[in-house]
């Protein structure tokens, strides 16, 4: 069992006020013992490694897209427009570096917070014998430390004669690399001349961000329940902090200086809020309750300290 600087687990309220007033700031580093915290960052960081996967797909897509619609005008490849299809081939080259490595980026955070914690995530085995996966985490390691790969491309017309763009790696051009992984050159090789990236991202993207949400899913319901405990000792320590502040505020800056308060609600409240509070009776306590309401985020306003805010706003309840 761990031997945790507050005492075993759970920590109740006065153990917390009593440390906090012995120990002062220090509590707030004894409270990261908890499991619940290491859990809340690692969620938090897995939570940011995935959003910045999704963004890298999803400017690829643009990038490639952009192309696709360039590409349907005939004179695309002119001289006249070699700056901007320049510009739109280097977007692409670049946001397939961007996914692979964000791609890996992800994997290997995963695989980090899974050696060190206790909670196990949904297997990622699938991907161990996924050639399209493997060819991609090569990719990668080529991109970002042997040679910069250019892809081509390539323009045809259906039978209706609509303008088909394909950006495309030449499977000749990938094996002049020689660090493939047996499952990489496997899928190389399995697509002939040519690879089409657009469609490898694609089908790639689907099956890994569907079971990225399903590991996220899995990891935040497992460590639910420490995290939140956590969550409630800190939002305790931080409740007695901000009502100490807000009576030293009231009772030694606003009340003796009798400033306005209301010019300074902006600094408080939202644009919604303060057109909520706009409704009510100028002054009113009903007024100075939602007020108090929206502000109190550690919900620490007792009456002793409502009288004060009551007296700052010069609220009165006779409307």
Known sequence: MPNYTLGE?????????????KKSLAVYKYIKEHPGYQYLSDLEALEFSLSLYKQSAGEHFKAVNEFENLARNLNFTHRDNATQFQKVEFNIRKTIFNYSTAMMSLVNHIR?????????????????TDARHRFLQDLRNCLAHVKSIKPDWQISYDKNRKTMAKYL??????????????????????NSDEI????????HYIKFMTHQLHVLKAYSSATSKDIDEYKGYERFLKGIGARQLWFILLQQIAIPSKIDPYPKLPLYLTRDEII???RLNHKSTAQVDKIIQYVDEYNICNEELRSLVYIVFNARSDF
């Open 9 to 21: 687990l759970p920590w109740s309220q006065s153990t917390l006020r009593s440390f906090l007033f």
């Open 112 to 128: 980090k917070i899974d050696n060190n914690q206790t909670v196990k995530f949904p297997s990622h085995t699938i991907f161990s």
């Open 169 to 190: 790696f030449k499977t000749s051009v990938l094996l002049e690399y020689k660090e493939w992984s047996r499952l990489a050159r496997h899928f190389i090789e399995s």
């Open 196 to 203: 089409d990236i657009r469609k490898t991202i694609n089908e």
């Open 276 to 278: 909520s509070i706009t």
